[in-house]
Each structure stands twice: as C-alpha cells, then as structure tokens.
C-alpha cells in the first residue's frame, strides 16, 4: 500500500478514533491521552495493514486502537497504586504499629501527595475492619502465597479463597473509589 492510500485510509477513518475514544468514558484518564494513544493505534493499523487478508481496515483498526487504550489503562493503573505488602501503615504515637501486618498503598514514583495520604487511610481502614479470617487470608496472598497453599494452611477450598479475594479486591476499590 502506497503512501498516499495510506493517508486516504487514515483521513476516511478520522471519525473512528473518536468512537473508540467514547467508549471509555468512566475511566478516569484524560480523554486527551485516550486520544493519542487511538492515534498510536490507528498508526500501528495503518503500518501493519495487509489488505489481502480479507479484513475491513475500519475492524483492524478499532482492534488495534482499543490494544493501544488498554495498554495506556494498564500503565495508569499500575503508576496509580501499586499495593504492597509492608509494615505498618500509620504510626500515631512516634512509630508504634497501629498493627503488626498492614498493607501500603505506594505509589510507583515514591512521591507522596495528598492523594496518596487519602489512600493509605482508605487501605488501612479497609484492612483493620475486615473479619479476622479474611485479614488472615489477604496476609497470606500478600507474602506471595497460591491460593491453593493458603487453602491448605487454613482449612478452605481453592475455589472459596479465590471467591473470598475477589470480594475484597471489589470491596476495596469500591472504598477507593466511592470516598
């Protein structure tokens, strides 16, 4: 495919790269950055377009715009907040633990805003008022334990753990999210 088609290609599905941009709305990345990464998407289709396969540009080049939007979803997230487990948390009386084993919410560049203090309040609060068993559980997984070692060690079946950290994983972006 020549230059020039190429360009008639990428102007005649301009109106697409907005479409796909409209399908995320809720996220909450800047509309402008989903933007660019289409147009990273629609670049990638426009370079790796091979017409005789048999496939619509317009379909190759939404698959290709919706790998370049997650791609930029999954760095955010990950810059965003990285949970990890660590000591404590907060320490009201000049460094006591609040409780032995806590999990940090960090994030990836190591500099602490007022977000970031928000966060580690929610996850720490979150932590603390969860059933023992359930507190027991996420320790576990946290220390890098299989779901099939911590069903062994407590007494549970592997699918109840998985269910059982699924429920906490959506009840804690819940708080995060609805504070």
């Known amino acids: ?8 290609l990428a102007e005649q599905n301009m109106p697409l790269v907005w479409y796909v941009v ?7 990345v800047e509309r402008d950055e989903l933007y660019s990464a289409a147009l990273f998407g629609m670049a990638q289709a426009l370079s790796a377009y091979d017409e005789t396969r048999g496939i619509r540009f317009s379909t190759f080049a939404i698959v290709c715009m919706n790998r370049a939007i997650l791609g930029v979803l999954r760095a955010y997230r990950k810059r965003r907040l990285d949970i990890s ?6 320490s009201p009386n000049k460094g006591e633990e609040v409780w032995n084993e806590s999990f940090v919410a960090v994030t990836s560049t190591g500099n602490e805003g007022p977000n970031d203090v928000a966060v580690k309040i929610v996850v720490a609060d ?10 027991e559980i996420l320790i576990l997984r946290m220390r890098g ?3 099939r070692e911590i069903a062994e060690s ?6 109840q753990i998985g269910r ?3 429920k906490m994983r959506k009840m804690l972006w819940k708080e995060l999210y609805l504070r």
């Open 1 to 8: 495919m020549s230059d020039q088609e190429k360009a008639e």
């Open 22 to 28: 409209n399908q995320y709305v809720d996220v909450s």
């Open 85 to 90: 487990y660590e000591g404590c948390i907060l």
């Open 126 to 135: 979150f932590v603390k008022h969860l059933p023992d068993r359930e507190k």
């Open 145 to 147: 334990l299989r779901q």
């Open 154 to 159: 407590i007494g549970m079946s592997q699918p």
């Open 164 to 166: 059982l950290l699924n």
